[in-house]
């Protein structure tokens, strides 16, 4: 189901350095920016390996997964989404199609740029292209740091750290959030672990009080003792 949500000619306001941190949302509702609103079911395709890439999407509300298959059909999960991401941005820099394939993990709703659309407001509206900037940049440290972790840490400490990073930990948001059902699967993939492995630690995090089943799947911020124990 899609609508279209219709410019409006009014000029956004620029953000001083006064003002609180820049709320891309806001802006994104105020700014006159063109673009659709697309909502999809759980586990609907949203874009797929190969499609071309044409615009940057939005999540507002919702999930969703990227993955990449290789050429003998093995998938990876390479990252989880969520309200306040930005991604398909890979064609702002001249990326022809995509790379992987973004799946709605939970009913999602996505606001849709053309990419036309996006680079004009990354030009003229300088409040958001230095929020965008900031975003990228921060995932670009998210990415070197899920190497370290890949390549330094057991799969105890890197389960934690993503069940961490899921729950947003450390963003504006509150702690201990109620993730959206996410399967074992999923995050082994993640991790880069068997499925086993994620059910033997997902037990004892139970156990130790670190996470809980409570309509969803409910992580403690103590959950962070394991990521800092040496």
Do not use: W
């Not at 370290?148 to 057991?154: A, E, K, Y």
């Amino acid at each position: 189901m899609e609508t279209i949500v219709n410019p409006s000619h009014k000029k956004s306001r620029r953000a001083s350095t006064q003002e609180q941190a820049f709320d891309a949302q806001a802006f994104l509702d105020s700014a006159g920016l063109a673009r659709t609103v697309a909502e999809f079911r759980k586990k609907e395709t949203i874009f797929s390996q190969g499609d071309r890439a044409k615009n940057v999407l939005y999540v507002q509300k919702g999930g969703v997964r990227l993955s990449v298959i290789n050429e003998a059909g093995k998938e990876a999960v390479v990252a989880v989404l969520g309200p306040g991401d930005f991604f398909g941005e890979g064609c702002l820099a001249g990326q022809p199609i995509r790379i992987g394939t973004a799946t709605a993990i939970t009913p999602t709703v996505v606001l849709v740029i053309e990419m036309k659309e996006m680079i004009r407001v990354l030009h003229y509206e300088h409040a958001f292209s230095d929020r965008f900037i900031t975003y990228m940049l921060s995932r670009n440290i998210r990415i070197e740091e899920d190497l370290v972790d890949q390549l330094f840490n057991s799969s105890e400490k890197r389960l934690a750290r993503t069940l961490l990073l899921l729950a947003r930990y450390g963003t504006e948001d509150k702690p201990q959030r109620i993730l959206p059902k996410i399967s074992q699967e999923t995050l082994a993939e993640m991790v880069g672990t068997t499925r086993s492995r994620v059910n033997f630690f997902m037990n004892k995090f139970r156990r130790l009080g670190f996470i809980k089943y409570n309509g969803g799947l409910q992580i403690n911020t103590s959950l962070l003792s394991v990521v800092l124990h040496e």
